[in-house]
T-cell receptor, first 114, second 113 residues
Framework: NAGVTQTPKFRVLKTGQSMTLLCAQD?????MYWYRQDPGMGLRLIHY???????AKGEVPDGYNVSRLKKQNFLLGLESAAPSQTSVYFC?????????????FGPGTRLTVL | QKEVEQDPGPLSVPEGAIVSLNCTYS??????FMWYRQYSRKGPELLMY????GNKEDGRFTAQVDKSSKYISLFIRDSQPSDSATYLC?????????????FGKGITLSVRP
């Protein structure tokens, strides 16, 4: 049982390049989330999904797109990377049957945009 | 004013000290209060949660909520070097997964041997 995994762990992009971050969970969780964590800003929700085929915007969605084609996977895309998107990205998943819907986090992806 | 404010730190204490970590919030609709612990270069993990006001104890950790003051605390007794991590408070309006978590910025704690 791997929990929540994220690919890649590190990435360096040039401004304008695109990339996709992959999140996978093997806990059969319905809910999945993408956050970014910046110094002095805490964790901020980018997009989330309440089930396969659904997505919704969070607090800071601009410049990102997401897709949830399979229940176990949640993809975060950057179409044209900007230096302001340099951050650590965390994926999390949750299940409605859990107390307070505890969110389980992945290990993070460190992205630098030059 | 941000919805959740957390002391920025960092905080450094000697081993065995009692640690007090605090958050204040402005949204009276928050009902569920959580503390996440995040080790360096890892994802956050849920440490404790409480519902509404009151205290909750788990080993060396005690979570306290004062809704009248919109103030929550996490106390760590007999702190250990293994407690060195970033602690994030988080809050939500209801237990449902559709209720989003609002996080504090986190405070980094270092416990010196």
């Amino acid at each position: 049982n791997a929990g929540v995994t994220q690919t890649p762990k590190f990435r360096v992009l040039k401004t304008g390049q695109s990339m996709t971050l992959l999140c996978a969970q093997d806990m059969n969780h319905e809910y999945m989330y993408w956050y970014r964590q910046d110094p002095g800003m805490g964790l901020r929700l980018i997009h989330y999904s309440v089930g396969e085929g659904t997505t919704a915007k969070g607090e800071v969605p601009d410049g990102y797109n997401v897709s949830r084609l399979k229940k176990q996977n949640f993809l975060l895309g950057l179409e044209s990377a900007a230096p302001s998107q340099t951050s650590v990205y965390f994926c999390a998943s949750s299940y409605s049957g859990l107390a307070v819907n505890e969110q389980f986090f992945g290990p993070g992806t460190r992205l630098t945009v030059l | 004013q941000k919805e959740v404010e957390q002391d920025p730190g960092p905080l450094s204490v000697p081993e065995g000290a009692i640690v007090s970590l605090n958050c204040t919030y402005s949204n009276s609709a928050f009902q569920y209060f959580m503390w996440y612990r995040q080790y360096s270069r890892k994802g956050p993990e849920l440490l404790m949660y409480t519902y509404s006001s009151g205290n909750k104890e788990d080993g060396r950790f005690t979570a306290q909520v004062d809704k009248s003051s919109k103030y929550i605390s996490l106390f760590i007794r007999d702190s250990q070097p293994s407690d060195s991590a970033t602690y994030l408070c988080a809050m939500k309006r209801s237990a449902g997964a559709n209720s989003k978590l609002t996080f504090g910025k986190g405070i980094t704690l270092s416990v010196r041997p």
